[in-house]
């Protein structure tokens, strides 16, 4: 759901004062003025731009403080460090704008949830200065203006976990497809209109119709259904496609005309294309590239409801070993065949026909990548400006948070092959922001109260759940729909990503209506899990810290869990958190807590070391859950969930 821009004037606060102190030993004169502007506000949330002129002598690094009075959370931010604790929030310059000259500006911006109250900060610290103390005018103006585009960004450009990206670009919008396994609905589709800042607008693939298993009903779909797939759209019949293979068995092809309408079957096409990749040429004909080592095209038909033609154009040589994860393009007269090697290459095939003859040439190859202990960016695809310039958008590897997309531009050379810009050698943390018109996206962070009859795109079930076992209605009620003492096999778990590098995800829930049996809470799930929540149990409610859920190779239930810590719970009503570090590497924590009153929260239990192996492939997420031990015929209300960070 896009937010929209204020149509009123946007308000400011300036606050110009004397008592601005150096970051150095030196003591600078004093003079400071800073700016803070609501650019845009939308349901729950809003844009804000911050900008400080150095009236005094020459800084070489800052930092601005200030407080909110009614919630706000700052989410996503750029040009800035920005760290908040409760009201207070803190923004530090980023590695290249410390520096302010007398007469300098800095600015920088970020956007923030909100209630229905939305004042401004009433004052401001500027290296520990309060702006005002010498008694300097303050004065409050009120301005329309538009957030200035950063002149950088910063990678990852969207910390959450989304693989095995397609993107692509329709008019002056930027539409990106991951993979989503187990998970349904599957195939969400991201936009954007900077390649920079993302929302959710929709899933290609409603339901996963390819068996029992992907209901928890007779056999579990883990690790299974959607993986790398295809994204394109055909100008000709304004219709988005989406076809991805499942099971190494079929290939099914969904349709759109909006990514965030109603996606609906299109075809079965009864091969696998595996990893594939979609071209519509300048002729209308629809191509797909497809394989591993072994690499084939296939040109489906006019109504892209069946295959014409398929040939192999491509054996990988042993020196290069294994690819896969094609995507296909035409620049020019030629043909490009965009593959990975998992996980530390990319490789790229040209040709002069769809059918090849193909050459390759090596992107990258164990480059270093722009996430502190993550993996080498690999896989992705590539999409063109509409000023003509040319992106990269690839995944790192970044367990335990899972698989994490970075952005870098792309050169070309006399002869037609691309190259990655790249910094000292690597993927840079920093590059100049895409000369790209400036729309408002909804935030990956924030409040969902559940409001209106049907759930938002951000969120997806652990397999396909039982539809008449929820409603959406000013709420979430979660009834029951399984009865067993494994979560694993729990239908009706419903999922949320995590922000990275760190975040946490508060749930509210109402407990009213909760039977003797039942176990209702918020979980770190993956294949090995833990939880906080609530057991009913002989009439009373438990609030409780479990831990020790766990899966083998074969993602079988090996371990339902063991209870750590309790406390007794009278009321009905309670709020838990769950605080994750999805820092790539070992040792990293979620740690749980609850509250009564929304306000107060008590830590229960230990932390729990998040697992960091790639097999599961999918990262961690948060799961609310409710499922029955006894019978079926409880159920929670789900009255809220926050994802804050960091």
């Given at each position: 759901?896009?937010?929209?821009?204020?149509?009123?004037a946007?308000?400011?606060?300036?606050?110009?004062a004397?008592?601005?102190?150096?970051?150095?030993?030196?003591?600078?004169?004093?003079?400071?003025?800073?700016?803070?502007?609501?650019?845009?506000?939308?349901?729950?949330?809003?844009?804000?731009?911050?900008?400080?002129?150095?009236t005094?002598?020459?800084?070489?690094?800052?930092?601005?403080?200030?407080?909110?009075?009614?919630?706000?959370?700052?989410?996503?931010?750029?040009?800035?460090?920005?760290?908040?604790?409760?009201?207070?929030?803190?923004?530090?310059?980023?590695?290249?704008?410390?520096?302010?000259?007398?007469?300098?500006?800095?600015?920088?911006?970020?956007?923030?949830?909100?209630?229905?109250?939305?004042?401004?900060?009433?004052?401001?610290?500027?290296n520990?200065?309060?702006?005002?103390?010498?008694?300097?005018?303050?004065?409050?103006?009120?301005?329309?203006?538009?957030?200035?585009?950063?002149?950088?960004?910063?990678?990852?450009?969207?910390?959450?976990?989304?693989?095995?990206?397609?993107?692509?670009?329709?008019?002056?919008?930027?539409y990106?497809?991951?993979?989503?396994?187990?998970?349904s609905?599957?195939?969400?589709?991201?936009?954007?209109?900077?390649?920079?800042?993302?929302?959710?607008?929709?899933?290609?693939?409603?339901?996963?119709?390819?068996?029992?298993?992907?209901?928890?009903?007779?056999?579990?779909?883990?690790?299974?259904?959607?993986?790398?797939?295809?994204?394109?759209?055909?100008?000709?019949?304004?219709?988005f496609?989406?076809?991805?293979c499942?099971?190494?068995?079929?290939?099914?092809?969904?349709?759109?005309?909006?990514?965030?309408?109603?996606?609906?079957?299109?075809?079965?096409?009864?091969?696998?294309?595996?990893?594939?990749?979609?071209?519509?040429?300048?002729?209308?004909?629809?191509?797909?590239?497809?394989?591993?080592?072994?690499?084939?095209?296939?040109?489906?038909?006019?109504?892209?409801?069946?295959?014409?033609?398929?040939?192999?154009?491509?054996?990988?040589?042993?020196?290069?070993?294994?690819?896969?994860?094609?995507?296909?393009?035409?620049?020019?007269?030629?043909?490009?065949?965009?593959?990975?090697?998992?996980?530390?290459?990319?490789?790229?095939?040209?040709?002069?026909?769809?059918?090849?003859?193909?050459?390759?040439?090596?992107?990258?190859?164990?480059?270093?990548?722009?996430?502190?202990?993550?993996?080498?960016?690999h896989?992705?695809?590539?999409?063109?400006?509409?000023?003509?310039?040319?992106?990269?958008?690839?995944?790192?590897?970044?367990?335990?948070?899972?698989?994490?997309?970075?952005?870098?531009?792309i050169t070309?050379?006399?002869?037609?092959?691309?190259?990655?810009?790249?910094?000292?050698?690597?993927?840079?943390?920093?590059?100049?922001?895409?000369?790209l018109?400036?729309?408002?996206?909804?935030?990956?962070?924030?409040?969902?109260?559940?409001?209106?009859?049907?759930?938002?795109?951000?969120?997806?079930?652990?397999?396909?759940?039982?539809?008449?076992?929820?409603?959406?209605?000013?709420?979430?009620?979660?009834?029951?729909?399984t009865?067993?003492?494994?979560?694993?096999?729990?239908?009706?778990?419903?999922?949320?990503?995590?922000?990275?590098?760190?975040?946490?995800?508060?749930?509210?829930?109402?407990?009213?209506?909760?039977?003797?049996?039942?176990?209702?809470?918020?979980?770190?799930?993956?294949?090995?899990?833990?939880?906080?929540?609530?057991?009913?149990?002989?009439?009373?409610?438990?609030?409780?810290m479990?831990?020790?859920?766990?899966?083998?190779?074969?993602?079988?239930?090996?371990?339902?869990?063991?209870?750590?810590?309790?406390?007794?719970?009278?009321?009905?009503?309670?709020?838990?958190?769950?605080?994750?570090?999805?820092?790539?590497?070992?040792?990293?924590?979620?740690?749980?807590?609850?509250?009564?009153?929304?306000?107060?929260?008590?830590?229960?239990?230990?932390?729990f070391?998040?697992?960091?192996?790639?097999?599961?492939?999918?990262?961690?997420?948060?799961?609310?859950?409710?499922?029955?031990?006894?019978?079926?015929?409880?159920?929670?209300?789900?009255?809220?969930?926050?994802?804050?960070?960091?």
């Amino acid at each position: 759901m896009r937010r929209t821009p204020v149509a009123a004037a946007l308000a400011a606060l300036t606050l110009v004062a004397a008592g601005l102190a150096a970051s150095t030993a030196a003591q600078a004169a004093p003079g400071c003025a800073v700016t803070y502007t609501r650019t845009s506000e939308w349901q729950g949330g809003f844009g804000a731009s911050v900008s400080i002129t150095n009236t005094g002598e020459a800084i070489t690094g800052w930092t601005l403080e200030w407080t909110y009075a009614h919630g706000q959370q700052v989410g996503q931010h750029w040009n800035a460090v920005i760290t908040q604790s409760g009201g207070a929030v803190s923004a530090r310059n980023a590695s290249y704008n410390g520096s302010v000259p007398t007469g300098g500006k800095v600015e920088f911006g970020f956007n923030a949830t909100a209630g229905s109250t939305n004042a401004d900060p009433v004052s401001f610290r500027l290296n520990g200065i309060p702006c005002g103390d010498t008694g300097s005018p303050t004065t409050t103006t009120t301005t329309t203006t538009t957030t200035p585009r950063p002149s950088t960004f910063t990678n990852p450009v969207l910390w959450q976990d989304f693989a095995d990206i397609d993107i692509i670009r329709v008019g002056d919008a930027y539409y990106y497809s991951a993979s989503t396994m187990h998970y349904s609905p599957g195939a969400p589709v991201l936009r954007s209109y900077d390649l920079v800042n993302w929302e959710f607008a929709g899933h290609s693939v409603p339901r996963l119709d390819f068996g029992s298993k992907y209901d928890l009903a007779g056999g579990r779909g883990y690790v299974r259904g959607i993986w790398a797939s295809f994204l394109n759209h055909r100008k000709s019949n304004n219709t988005f496609y989406w076809g991805g293979c499942v099971d190494f068995a079929q290939t099914h092809i969904y349709t759109a005309t909006s990514v965030d309408a109603q996606w609906s079957k299109h075809a079965t096409i009864n091969k696998c294309y595996y990893d594939a990749g979609l071209l519509v040429d300048d002729n209308d004909t629809m191509y797909v590239a497809y394989g591993n080592t072994t690499i084939s095209v296939a040109q489906l038909s006019a109504d892209g409801k069946s295959e014409v033609r398929s040939q192999q154009v491509f054996q990988t040589p042993s020196n290069i070993g294994t690819l896969e994860g094609a995507r296909f393009y035409k620049r020019g007269g030629s043909y490009y065949i965009w593959l990975t090697r998992p996980a530390n290459g990319q490789y790229v095939l040209k040709a002069s026909s769809p059918f090849g003859p193909y050459t390759v040439q090596q992107v990258l190859l164990n480059m270093p990548g722009p996430i502190q202990g993550g993996g080498v960016p690999h896989q992705g695809g590539m999409v063109q400006t509409q000023n003509g310039d040319w992106y990269y958008m690839a995944f790192v590897d970044a367990y335990p948070g899972g698989r994490v997309p970075v952005l870098a531009p792309i050169t070309w050379t006399s002869d037609g092959w691309p190259r990655i810009t790249t910094v000292n050698g690597g993927w840079g943390v920093n590059y100049p922001t895409p000369n790209l018109p400036q729309r408002p996206v909804k935030p990956m962070t924030g409040v969902d109260t559940f409001d209106g009859t049907a759930l938002k795109p951000q969120w997806e079930w652990n397999h396909n759940p039982d539809t008449t076992r929820y409603s959406v209605n000013n709420g979430l009620r979660l009834s029951t729909a399984t009865v067993t003492n494994d979560l694993y096999n729990a239908r009706n778990t419903l999922t949320h990503r995590i922000q990275g590098p760190t975040s946490t995800g508060t749930v509210t829930l109402d407990l009213t209506s909760m039977r003797d049996g039942d176990r209702t809470g918020l979980a770190m799930l993956r294949d090995s899990s833990a939880w906080i929540g609530v057991k009913r149990d002989n009439g009373r409610n438990r609030v409780v810290m479990v831990n020790g859920l766990t899966m083998d190779s074969n993602w079988n239930t090996t371990g339902t869990g063991t209870e750590v810590a309790s406390a007794d719970l009278t009321g009905t009503r309670i709020w838990l958190h769950a605080n994750a570090d999805i820092r790539p590497g070992s040792g990293r924590q979620a740690r749980f807590s609850y509250s009564t009153d929304g306000v107060n929260f008590t830590s229960l239990g230990t932390g729990f070391t998040l697992k960091n192996e790639w097999q599961f492939f999918m990262g961690y997420r948060f799961g609310v859950f409710n499922h029955a031990t006894q019978a079926l015929g409880g159920s929670v209300t789900v009255q809220r969930f926050e994802l804050t960070a960091p």
